[in-house]
């Protein structure tokens, strides 16, 4: 099968169409959460998210709003704890992500019978992307967007110097929430679509690739889009091409850019040196 027959099908166009979505999206939450050193946040409340869908299961209520309850509250409890308790985020994130794994546990515990499609969750399948996840992921990424033009200023102060832009009278904590809460709309809407390794590896390694040639907020942000759109879909392809699973290719894809990425960055230090 060629290429070009791949678009006859409608769940290979949504996979597209999703993943570019997602890449927006990623790029822009991705640069945020590395500039403001908080990658763990990814796992703390993707793992989070665990203990609303071992909840839902066994309250018989839909695990994916359960889960999107769980990460939500945990994304404002890590704010609220490194904000009110004085506790250092790091440790705020691990506590959240012990908490939402040991319910998760308990609850697909009680759960009666077998937990239908856990291992989507944990794995995630591109290929089940279908017309409502494209509307939703579509809002999301305008939402995303425009709250990034109308304080795009403020938000860059914040992610490099949270201490002086409180100072400076900036609405830091509104800033540190709402990205937060951005963060946990993002993992609840691809969670069972792209899995935790490829969505922990969309927030992070483009953003990786694009800093080791930039350090400017803007200009990391659009390179991290690109690397995440083009390692994606030729992943998407690649995998139907090769009929392996879309997830690691991607993953694999974007951790040899980064890789390619620092030895073209160190070769070129080396022959301005000399």
Not at 51 to 63: I, K, Q, R, T, V
Not at 116 to 136: K, R, V
Not at 148 to 174: E, N, T
């Amino acid at each position: 099968m060629q290429m070009v027959d791949f678009f006859q099908y409608a769940f290979f166009r949504n996979a597209l169409w999703g993943m570019l979505l997602i890449s927006i999206a990623g790029g822009i939450i991705g640069t945020y959460i590395v500039t403001r050193r908080m990658v763990s946040i990814t796992g703390g409340i993707t793992h989070a998210c665990f203990g609303g869908l071992g909840l839902g299961y066994y309250l018989g209520l839909s695990p994916i709003l359960m889960a999107g309850v769980f990460a939500v509250v945990s994304s404002v409890g890590v704010e609220w704890m490194s904000a009110r308790l004085k506790l250092r985020e790091d440790s705020a994130i691990a506590v959240i992500w012990s908490l939402g794994m040991a319910l998760g546990v308990l609850f697909v515990f009680l759960t009666p019978g077998y937990v239908p499609e856990l291992n989507a969750f944990l794995f995630g399948n591109i290929l089940t992307i279908g017309s409502a996840d494209l509307m939703a992921f579509g809002l999301f990424a305008i939402a995303i967007v425009m709250f990034f033009a109308l304080f795009f200023r403020k938000i860059v102060a914040c992610a490099f110097d949270p201490d002086f832009s409180q100072v400076s009278g900036l609405p830091v904590r509104f800033i540190n929430y709402v990205m937060t809460v951005f963060v946990a709309v993002c993992v609840v809407l691809t969670i069972r679509l792209v899995g935790i390794m490829l969505l922990i590896s969309m927030l992070t390694i483009p953003v990786l690739v694009a800093e080791t040639w930039s350090r400017r907020f803007m200009p990391v942000m659009l390179l991290s889009i690109a690397v995440s759109v083009l390692t994606s879909i030729s992943g998407i392809f690649m995998a139907a091409a090769t009929d392996v699973p879309c997830s690691s290719v991607i993953v694999l894809m974007q951790v040899s850019v980064y890789l390619l990425s620092r030895l073209f960055k160190g070769l070129s230090l080396r022959r301005q040196m000399q």
